[in-house]
């Protein structure tokens, strides 16, 4: 018998791995969606199973499952419910790694939920694996783009048109992360292949205009729209595109020039909000309050819910001194607006206008009220504006209002998007529940792979996951359960097991099964209330009657440990491992009971079945000196030392 094997189970409790317990893990019946290919490649893995090729089986059975995940990601993604879509995409990539189309639609998932740095991580690693593929190129470029890195953008983004050189939409994205990097001459050079191209088109112009505004190269931005108007001079927003371009361009004959676009788009578009908004912005810069008060009234109907036309109303109103509507408008403005930073810290300039009309119509306590809350957030705007790296704002006076801030009041004035008719969600409902259980069946079978090529943890998981989509499926409790144990996990092994019996409480293999976990993990008591038949039931498992047999030791139960000992050694020989084992604990707790007589019989069996163990002969030795047999204690005393020396390292 191996010294080393009995030392380390004398201090800790016994590894059962190689517990004789039929493997019983339970395949389960899969139905194969609608989809005939996939149930053909079902067909063909169970083939690899009977003909033991697990690995080979496993690996199809995990392409199966990405399938099924990505049929279910599109379920989830029609039903509006973006974090589950996400999380069966991630699944779906993680069975099936070096797929492309499952890497592209991770990252375009990531994408619309403007996780950027994630999304990058797959559509670089398909950017990889198909290098050559104009669609991956495109989606990484427009990831670089989304996070911010334009210049990663532009390159993928030019392999992509050299690769689909038509693609009207990713040649536009490069010009711009031309512009992004102020490469102006590249990004002019991209346009004009447009052009070039696509033809000259009113639409394109206005497109390259605004790209060239939002870059901050306000004369091309005009001499863009000019060609717009000159090819299409009804083409809607044109006018509006240039008024807003002279605007931002500034001084007396562009603002002169703005208010003439600004009149001719509203001749032929008089509901355009943007077009009376900034006329109303061209007729403040000139002072003409009363046409102000009523292109911005007429802006305010067109957008009832958008903070800035009541904003500049209520300057305007102040301006002409009519203090009352002033603080109606303001008040409106107030109201309304989103959040601190809108339109350049706008409220806080709300708060300050408003207190001074509250103060001219005599209202003081309302006035002073408003001066302290525009104190504050003036404050709160200026750390705002510090911790975004932005500068001291200033505070709702800039000269042009920002035209993305009245877009963003435009998107969130159109409501929530179309909820999907009862009948349809209830059909995807439908495909969700039956796609569950083909979901559970597989990863019972991936287990069932993994666990054939002794890769116990791994299918534990899979089991688990079996479970968690087919609550109601019996046998996977117990299979994850096992599978737990033979990794040796005996403490994750637990909470299956136990939800086993208590659904199937005449399964005796779970019960045993689970009282062998609880030994290992030093839980004596409920190991011995799980094991407690296994003497009675006849049962032949050495294991379970030394685990028994143990438990009681470590319970002081040292009678009913006897009977379990004396099976073990029926079972096993006198000689085995486990019946010394348990002679030399038996023989320690009765000494420590004071039954030194027969503290000494057990012990001296241990150390004659195992001489070579030192343990044995230190506690026989101790048992001796407790019967005052001294010269006994003494010899096996130096028996000890003489075998820890022994097996020392030199």
Known sequence: MSHSILVATATKPMAMSSIILSLLLLPFTFNPSQ????????????????????????????????????????????????ERAIEAAETAASYHSNNSDLLIELASAYLEAAQFDKALVPITKAAGLQPKNAEVQKLLGKTYFAAGDYEKSAAALAVAIDIDPKDFNTTFT?????????????????FDRMIAQFGEH???????????????????????FKKAISLNSKLPEAHYNLGYAYLLNEGASAVANAEEEFKIELASNPNNFFANYYLGIAYIFQRKWEPAIAVFTTASRIQPNNPDPYFQLGQAYQELARHDQAIDALKKAIELNPDLAHNKFQVT?????????????GQTEAGRKELGIASEL?????????????GASTMGESRVPEET???????????????????????????????AKVLSALHNSVGLAQAAQQNFAAAA????????????QVGLDYNAGLAYFRAELYREAIAPLESEINSN??????????????????????????????????STNVELCYALASSLIKLGKLAQAEQAIERVSALSGASSRLHVLARFELGKALLLQGDVARAVTNLETAAKLDPENADFHYELGRAYTAAGRHEEAKRENQTSNTLKKQKAPH
């Open 405 to 435: 801030s009245a877009k963003s009041n435009t998107r969130a004035a159109t409501g929530p998007p179309n909820t999907l008719d009862q009948s349809t969600r209830s059909l995807l409902e439908r495909n969700k529940a039956d796609l």
């Open 461 to 472: 998981v899979e089991f688990r996951l079996a479970k968690k989509w087919n609550p109601e």
């Open 35 to 82: 989809d005939a290919t996939l149930t053909q490649r079902y067909e063909a893995v169970q083939e690899l199973v009977r003909a033991g090729k697990f690995p080979e089986a496993e690996r199809e059975y995990k392409a199966l499952l990405a399938e099924h995940y990505r049929k279910l990601r599109r379920i989830y993604t029609a039903l509006s419910d973006r």
């Open 505 to 538: 409480p005449k399964n005796t293999q779970a019960r045993w099964l689970l009282g062998l976990s609880y030994f290992n993990t030093r839980e004596y008591s409920k190991a011995a209330a799980l094991l407690d038949d296994v003497i009675s039931s006849a």
């Open 174 to 190: 490069l010009a711009i992360a031309y512009l992004q990097q102020r490469q102006f001459p590249s990004a002019r050079r991209v």
């Open 378 to 390: 003036k404050g709160k705007a200026f750390e705002m504006a510090q911790s975004l790296s932005a």
């Open 349 to 361: 300039t709300a708060h300050y206008r408003l207190a001074q009309s509250l103060l001219k119509t």
């Open 202 to 224: 009113p639409e394109m112009r206005v497109a390259m205009g605004r790209a060239f505004r939002e870059a901050g190269r306000l004369p091309d931005a005009i001499e863009e």
